[in-house]
């Protein structure tokens, strides 16, 4: 089986564990992306949302030759635990019609397109720790970046430097309006 990964966000520059067979490609599905989660460090990463502007995602050939294995790879690198693989992990498979996640028409049609036997991407919900599943304002964001201390901040704000510059959402614009806190991969046009 030929089975891609998604990403848009921290799998590009630090896979971990993930077992990628091939360099990332840019020409993945264009997705409503936004920096829409608070993690347990507090950052705010990048997650698929509901009426958010689409952005290219990116994506990968692995090396796991079945869907299982590829979902439980992902699900390891993104540490989430295997009783939340079904909600946290999305999937397009084409042998068996069978499929789940945010985005997955759009990522199933674009898969065909490639030639790909499945798709694998990070399924999380977003909104801050104590709201989730509730999209939060890009002005919440912006404040709760701020009033991270110190050690955290400067973890939230290399996350959204690293991220890859064609990820254009209306957060990040903000957050490289008021904090600076521009690309290090180029200007993002």
């Not at 993690?39 to 997650?47: E, Y």
């Not at 949302?49 to 990116?58: G, H, M, N, T």
Request: some cysteine.
């Amino acid at each position: 089986m030929r089975i891609a990964c998604l990403g848009w966000g921290s799998l590009i520059w630090n896979p971990d564990s993930l077992p990628i067979a091939s360099g990332w490609n840019d020409d993945g599905p264009e997705l409503p992306i936004e920096f829409a989660r608070e993690s347990a460090n507090g950052r705010m990463t990048l997650v698929l949302v509901d009426k958010s502007k689409k952005s290219p995602s990116l994506w990968a050939i692995l090396s796991a030759t079945t869907m299982e294995a590829a979902k439980a790879e992902l699900a390891e690198r993104e540490r989430i635990p295997e009783k939340n693989i079904k909600y946290s992990i999305g999937y397009w498979e084409s042998t068996s019609g069978v499929s789940q996640g945010r985005c997955v028409e759009e990522i199933s049609t674009w898969a065909r397109n490639k030639g790909l036997d499945g798709v694998v991407w990070t399924n999380l919900k977003c909104g801050f720790r104590s709201t989730r599943d509730k999209l939060p304002e890009v002005n919440d964001i912006v404040e709760h970046l701020n009033n991270l201390p110190p050690e955290q901040r400067a973890l939230a704000e290399e996350y959204v430097r690293k991220a890859p510059a064609k990820v254009r959402t209306n957060v990040r614009d903000e957050l490289e309006r008021q904090l600076g806190w521009l690309s290090l991969n180029g200007n993002g046009s």
